[in-house]
């Protein structure tokens, strides 16, 4: 059967790019159904993170003008991923296919997603092939995090963001999932299912700013370690091991110094020396056990990742009726 395909689109602060975005998702989506690879019933689906200008109103007016479009707005700004999620678990459709409202992400390479979900696939993930848009330090760093994440243990794809197909049973599959603490790009790889990759070059951002600043690059990235790794706190253990055995010879070189020589200042290497390097050390240790406290206190209170405030367009009202 030809599938029914709904393209999630997070929000935030987008009316710049958002009328854009819509003319080419539209021409995509008529290309698809006149060449029988989607359903006529597929739509968009705008999730509005809470956005401060005009985004919600001109979903509400693009809504209005094209019965494709719909919109998901949620009840006060969540963060990307929470948004992200709240489209996925909301939108109807035998798959979903989250992308950028930016128009970095190739949208021509959507059909090749779709026929591989037709030949089998449950989750298809969108690589980019090179990163020639970033800036040196952009690529530099984000490819030694995803190196990083590797030898950590974590299941990720390299150079996947959020771009990605999931079928029907991959969503719920993910919906079972309860983490408060979101790294969707390291949560997906965790379902299994039959999956495949498609690669695309990634653009110039169409227009208006970049809603992932450095601040919010390196949150994610240690949501990311310490959502899917204990191997920080292995590593504690590990330093602590090592810093057992420079005590130990530190303790040695004093005693040597202060029995053998005459050189030694007394009392000064046996005590300044290791009370400020395990002091530097025990500080850094308690940081990071504090940040696996602080995942687990906001884990066990279980607060919803989200709340829906109103929903437009005729895929929500058919699934009313």
Excluded at 50 to 57: C, E, Q, V
Excluded at 219 to 245: C, D, E, N, Y
Excluded at 257 to 272: D, H, I, K, N, Q
Aim: aromatic fraction near 10%; charge should be neutral.
């Amino acid at each position: 059967m030809t599938p029914t395909i709904g393209l999630v689109i997070p929000c935030y602060n987008e009316e710049e790019v958002l009328r854009e975005t819509t003319s080419r998702l539209l021409e995509l989506l008529a290309k698809m159904r006149a060449d029988n690879l989607v359903s006529p019933q597929s739509s968009i689906f705008y999730v509005d993170d809470g956005s401060r200008d005009k985004t919600w109103a001109l979903i509400q007016e693009l809504s209005a003008a094209h019965s494709e479009v719909c919109g998901i707005r949620l009840s006060r700004n969540r963060g990307h991923q929470n948004a992200l999620l709240c489209g996925l678990l909301t939108a109807p459709g035998d798959a979903l296919i989250s992308v950028d409202a930016d128009l970095q992400d190739d949208l021509d390479v959507i059909p090749k997603m779709v026929r591989a979900l037709i030949d089998g696939d449950d989750i298809v993930y969108g690589v980019r092939r090179k990163r020639t848009t970033d800036t040196f330090f952009k690529r530099f760093t984000a490819e030694g995090y995803y190196k990083l994440l590797a030898l950590m243990k974590v299941q990720i794809v390299f150079n996947h963001a959020d771009y990605r197909l999931m079928s029907r049973r991959a969503i719920e599959a993910l919906g079972e999932y309860r983490e408060v603490n979101l790294f969707l790009r390291g949560m997906v790889p965790l379902l299994g299912f039959r999956n495949s990759i498609v690669e695309y070059d990634r653009a110039e951002r169409f227009a208006g700013e970049s809603k992932y600043p450095l601040g919010k690059m390196l949150s994610l990235a240690w949501q990311g370690i310490t959502s899917f790794s204990t191997s920080p706190l292995r590593l504690i253990t590990t330093i602590g091991f090592i810093i057992s055995a420079v005590s130990i010879g530190l303790a040695t070189w004093a005693m040597f110094m202060r029995l053998f020589t005459s050189e030694a200042l007394p009392g000064w290497a046996s005590t300044v020396i290791p009370m400020y390097f395990l002091g530097g050390v025990q500080l850094l240790s308690l940081g990071v056990i504090g940040e696996y406290v602080a995942k687990i206190y906001t884990e066990t209170k279980d607060r919803p990742r989200f709340h829906v405030d109103r929903l437009e367009g005729n895929a929500f009202r058919q699934q009313k009726s």
